[in-house]
């Protein structure tokens, strides 16, 4: 499957279903009272990150996904089934956006998050039996569920990152320290997606990112680098990898470095380990030259190994590096709570029945006003226009609420239009 780490896609849940106008027919009773049921609430869309997944290709095709909607109320008091959910499962690190506000960050295994909510079932008339309406002629519409346009993005969450130039063996080494099998060959850009690997060392599992090839330019959209530098946010620790036979090793230590600091990853709290691999194409005294000299120019203290995945020299002390490092970060940080950012979630007080009963008026016209207010909202996008009692019921819930006594305040007269809800009402005071 083809590595994708950014999609957009469009989720709608499903729509409550509307309420029942019933009434009972019972042997020997002529005019039964009302059993109309209630409408059943809309399926939620839930995105579910799970370890099973590494990539968001699934969606690549699949650009809308919808949720179950309700069933309708029926006869005898019977309830709408509810609508079924739609679970979307997506790779741990998925981030999830709707109009550029971060919704909700999925960094453990198996969480879950409802990001749109079904809609409510309307009222059957059952329910609307009184001391002064014996016989309700009328039900509730079901609400819409949630739609939303999303952006998914991926950022892999790795204990080590393996970062460096093209070519300079990142592929091979991931492949010699663990279970990966990335393709290698003699050429720049071999890896053009993050190939994971599993270390097992110590009776430990340290999961291995293999960041694709950075070059100078990465951060401004050059090469392969702008595409997966996300993923060396969220790693433990860098596994800085250095071809110690290239014309200068340092600059191209630099040149890296300039890269992750210009896209604004925090390198002054991320561990670091120097790898200087291809050793056995130098001599033991060149080697030595050049390590040295990475010492001596280092602003910073870090580890620097000598290595090569081609004779296998130095893998074992590499793995052990690894090993203290993450366990150190892990001492500071433990891995069962993952520093999350910041996380907006989703308001969903529209879809509930416990929303505020303030509402806004603002005049458009003469004699036509608009009126916001999601508690209105609901009350008219439940009413069935085609029904009359259902319409003087919604009259005397805005006389209820409030609105009439609002709109007098300004300067409404008889035969008012107002605009709520997608819908035009006139009001005759």
Do not use: M, P
């Given at each position: 499957m083809n590595f994708v780490d950014q999609v957009k896609i469009t989720v709608q849940a499903g729509d409550g279903g509307d309420g029942s106008i019933s009434f009972r027919h019972e042997k020997f009773i002529a005019k039964g009272g009302p059993d109309g049921g209630d409408?059943?609430?809309?399926?939620?869309?839930?995105?579910?990150?799970?370890?099973n997944q590494d990539t968001l290709a699934n969606f690549r095709y699949k650009k809308i996904i919808k949720a179950e909607n309700g069933d309708r109320g029926s006869f005898n008091n019977r309830h709408g089934k509810r609508g079924k959910d739609q679970i979307i499962l997506v790779p741990i690190g998925t981030l999830i956006y709707n109009q550029d506000q971060l919704l909700v960050d999925l960094v453990q295994n198996h969480q879950r998050e409802i990001i749109a909510k079904g809609g409510q079932g309307g009222f059957g008339n059952a329910h609307f039996i009184s001391s002064t309406r014996q016989a309700p002629k009328f039900a509730e519409k079901g609400l819409k569920g949630q739609k939303l346009e999303l952006k998914l993005e991926l950022k892999m969450i790795a204990d080590v990152g393996l970062i460096g130039l093209p070519n300079v063996g990142k592929s091979s080494l991931i492949s010699r320290i663990s279970q990966a099998r990335p393709k290698i060959a003699d050429y720049s850009f071999t890896t053009l997606k993050p190939s994971l690997g599993m270390l097992d060392f110590r009776g430990q599992a340290i999961l291995i990112a293999d960041i694709p090839g950075l070059i100078a330019g990465a951060s401004s959209g050059k090469g392969l680098g702008f595409d997966f530098l996300r993923h060396i946010e969220r790693t433990k620790i860098l596994v800085h990898v250095i071809d110690i036979s290239s014309s200068d090793p340092f600059e191209d230590y630099l040149t890296i470095r300039h890269e992750l600091e210009t896209y604004q990853i925090d390198l002054k709290i991320k561990p670091e380990i120097i790898v200087l691999n291809k050793v056995d194409l130098l001599s033991q005294t060149e080697v030595e030259r050049i390590t040295n000299d990475f010492k001596k120019k280092l602003k910073i203290k870090t580890s620097i190994l000598k290595i090569s995945t081609?004779?296998?020299?130095?893998l074992d002390d590499l793995k052990d590096l690894i090993y203290r490092e993450v366990n150190k970060v892990n001492q500071l940080q433990p891995k069962n709570?993952?520093?999350?950012?910041?996380?907006?979630?989703?308001?969903?007080?529209?879809?509930?029945?416990?929303?505020?009963?303030?509402?806004?008026?603002?005049?458009?016209?003469?004699?036509?006003?608009?009126?916001?207010?999601?508690?209105?909202?609901?009350?008219?996008?439940?009413?069935?226009?085609?029904?009359?009692?259902?319409?003087?019921?919604?009259?005397?819930?805005?006389?209820?609420?409030?609105?009439?006594?609002?709109?007098?305040?300004?300067?409404?007269?008889?035969?008012?239009?107002?605009?709520?809800?997608?819908?035009?009402?006139?009001?005759?005071?």
């Open positions: 409408g059943g609430d809309g399926g939620d869309i839930i995105f579910e990150a799970s370890a081609q004779s296998l020299f130095g709570e993952i520093d999350q950012e910041t996380v907006k979630v989703i308001n969903f007080d529209h879809l509930s029945s416990k929303i505020s009963r303030k509402f806004v008026v603002s005049k458009i016209a003469d004699n036509k006003f608009k009126v916001i207010g999601q508690d209105l909202e609901n009350l008219v996008n439940k009413t069935d226009f085609n029904n009359s009692e259902a319409i003087n019921r919604l009259h005397n819930l805005l006389i209820k609420r409030g609105l009439v006594n609002e709109l007098k305040k300004q300067g409404a007269k008889d035969d008012c239009l107002v605009y709520l809800a997608d819908h035009k009402i006139d009001f005759l005071f």
